[in-house]
């Protein structure tokens, strides 16, 4: 028996769940993600640095098992489905925990019956990964929304429908529903999600693990009354509140020691942001030996035109003032008549004192008139986009990287600061090209998208944990029971 836990992390993407369960004591065994560019930053962290890119490319060309042998398969899971050998590998190995998270939204128990819904073919793919590998315990993660009950005549919700489909699978697992929000476990966001967390059925048994099929919420748990009485055994303990000494981490917390050019050195760091500048990587490259602080990758700014800049400068300019964003859609709505839109922006714009100034000194307007021409020569369609705010949690980081906008700066944000905002350690170089745009968003997955769609290594680490004190509390009792026998 082996001291390590071994774990499996499927449609892994850029590998943020591989790297919080790394760091609560988890060795992730293979990963398997069907994206070449999302795959080739998990090789660059995970497998090996690609100094040279001849040798990714080498290993796109190995089959399907030799590259599980190297830790990462770049095909769809089903590819691994169609290796016996392999199957017959990982089965032997003792899995301790498979985890990912597949597509689930339009998951339904009579998807099994079904094999044409191309909706439900990937989650059913990783029940049968489970149900061949049988591994001990099981974590499945998605979006928030994916809980509710949205389908017609009180069905129940594909949430719901997975959890009854993995407590069903192989030999059955204890499956705990939670809706966790990462920036209660040391995230500066505010990122929800859900998860289904098993533990295989004999396990559970014999560790006296109940599970309940209520979703536990890490929003219930406060510090001054713990729920740990009823706090489901496999959830994780949350670690950061609203109030006290453990507040929730800020905008402020993440990118503080971030200017244009890279690091800022003349200012005191955040405990976050020298835990993000120190983490070692996973791998290091000869260059990275020799450089005692981790080289800033992936903050590279992009260039916008001097009207979108008067525009990103007059969003902080909102936020300061609490002025909704859709003002500047205002002008260019055309269900309103003329004299009613100028209204609108006039109720929109009234109370405040003239000259208008941002917090660095620069005028915005000096005059009620001049505001409104301004508002009129910024007007835009656009009413996701907003500056954000120095001393809140960063909302939920997405795949585009338009959508906000730096709290200080006319600019949106690098690569490296959305990473920081989804708690990935400077160390951690992501790969492939930044960003895309047009039909390629649906099959291209560039940096800024990878970064959007991981998992928090801070919040996977959470889970992981928890986890490993479960199962290796398990392996150490059934060790001492082999022992006592033995010894009958």
């Not at 998605?142 to 069903?168: Q, W």
């Not at 800020?250 to 955040?270: H, M, R």
């Not at 585009?400 to 951690?428: C, G, I, K, N, W």
């Amino acid at each position: 028996m082996t001291s390590s836990l071994a774990c499996i992390d499927l449609f892994a993407g850029c590998g943020g769940l591989s790297l919080g369960l790394k760091r609560a004591g988890f060795e992730v065994k293979l990963a398997v993600e069907k994206s070449p560019m999302a795959a080739e930053t998990y090789y660059h962290n995970f497998v090996e640095p690609i100094c040279d890119p001849a040798k990714w490319n080498d290993h796109l060309g190995l089959s399907t098992l030799e590259q599980a042998h190297r830790g990462l398969v770049v095909d769809a899971l089903e590819e691994v489905l169609g290796s016996e050998e392999l199957l017959r590998e990982l089965r032997a190995a003792g899995i301790d925990l498979v985890a990912g998270g597949p597509p689930c939204q339009g998951f339904s128990l009579a998807g099994r019956r079904n094999p044409g819904d191309i909706r439900n073919e990937l989650p059913w793919q990783f029940l049968e990964f489970v149900e061949r590998v049988e591994p001990k315990a099981v974590i499945i993660e998605n979006v928030a929304g994916m809980r509710h009950d949205f389908r017609k005549h009180g069905a129940r919700s594909p949430f719901e429908d997975l959890r009854i489909a993995l407590s069903r699978t192989g030999p059955g697992y204890a499956v705990q529903p939670m809706a966790l929000n990462a920036m209660h476990f040391g995230v500066p966001q505010h990122r929800p999600r859900v998860f289904l967390v098993g533990l295989r059925r004999d396990l559970a048994d014999a560790e006296g693990v109940r599970v309940t099929t209520d979703t536990w919420l890490s929003q219930n748990e406060t510090p001054h009354e713990p729920q740990v009485p009823s706090r489901p055994a496999l959830a994780p303990s949350r670690t950061h509140f609203g109030t006290g000494h453990r507040q929730h981490l800020t905008v402020k917390d993440a990118i503080s020691d971030l200017g244009n050019e890279g690091y800022l050195f003349d200012q005191p760091l955040t405990d976050y942001a020298r835990e993000m500048r120190t983490n070692e990587p996973l791998l290091k490259s000869e260059d990275d030996k020799l450089e005692n602080t981790p080289s800033l990758h992936n903050h590279v700014l992009r260039s916008h035109s001097d009207l979108v800049r008067r525009r990103f400068e007059f969003y902080q300019f909102l936020r300061d003032a609490r002025i909704d964003t859709r003002l500047l859609s205002l002008p260019l709505r055309t269900d309103v008549f003329d004299a009613e839109r100028r209204e609108m922006i006039h109720d929109a714009i009234k109370g405040l004192e003239f000259p208008l100034m941002l917090e660095n000194g620069k005028t915005i307007a000096r005059s009620k008139g001049a505001l409104v021409r301004l508002v009129n020569r910024l007007a835009t369609k656009k009413h996701s986009q907003r500056a954000l705010s120095l001393d809140s949690p960063a909302p939920t980081v997405v795949s585009l990287p338009d959508d906000y906008v730096h709290p200080t700066e006319a600019r949106t944000l690098t690569v490296r600061e959305m990473a920081r905002f989804q708690s990935f350690p400077d160390a951690f170089e992501f790969r492939a090209k930044e960003t895309t745009g047009g039909t390629k968003r649906r099959t291209e997955v560039p940096q800024y998208t990878q970064v959007g769609n991981a998992v928090p290594p801070k919040l996977a680490e959470a889970l992981g944990r928890r986890l490993a004190s479960i199962i290796s509390t398990a392996r150490f009792e059934e060790h001492r029971g082999k022992g006592d026998a033995a010894v009958a």
